[in-house]
Nanobody
Framework: QLVESGGGLVQPGGSLRLSCAAS????????VGWFRQAPGKEREGVSCISRSGGSTNYVDSVKGRFTISRGNVKNTVYLQMNSLKAEDTAVYYC???????????????????WGKGTLVTVSS
């Protein structure tokens, strides 16, 4: 399973770091994506990282503000969120997709595991 943590209430311009921890399997064989769903909106892919960590992707609205990384702690992926805006308010989910061969691909479809989400609220 995947478990997200690190959400909370933060003022505009502030920062949060989300964590995605896997149990029961190793993330070494999975690309990981972060998604978010704001009230009344569809879920969108925010960022993803390949198995190697060498390939990443970001939705345009978070480029330059969010950074995805594979943690030094095994089986964990982080999403560092800086310069947060009110429009970043959403439930954030992490998900993992197994790749048996490719080390450099990541995406937002056909995910194998999902977490239950963590709420991020950006408000003054």
């Amino acid at each position: 399973q995947l478990v997200e943590s690190g959400g909370g209430l933060v003022q505009p311009g502030g920062s949060l770091r989300l964590s995605c921890a896997a149990s029961g399997f190793t993330l070494d064989y999975y690309a990981v994506g972060w998604f978010r769903q704001a009230p009344g909106k569809e879920r969108e892919g925010v960022s993803c990282i390949s198995r190697s960590g060498g390939s990443t992707n970001y939705v345009d609205s978070v480029k330059g503000r969010f950074t995805i990384s594979r943690g030094n702690v095994k089986n964990t992926v982080y999403l560092q969120m800086n310069s947060l805006k009110a429009e970043d308010t959403a439930v954030y989910y992490c998900a993992a997709r197994h790749y048996s061969v490719s080390m450099t691909v990541c995406g937002y479809s056909a995910m194998d595991y999902w977490g239950k989400g963590t709420l991020v609220t950006v408000s003054s």
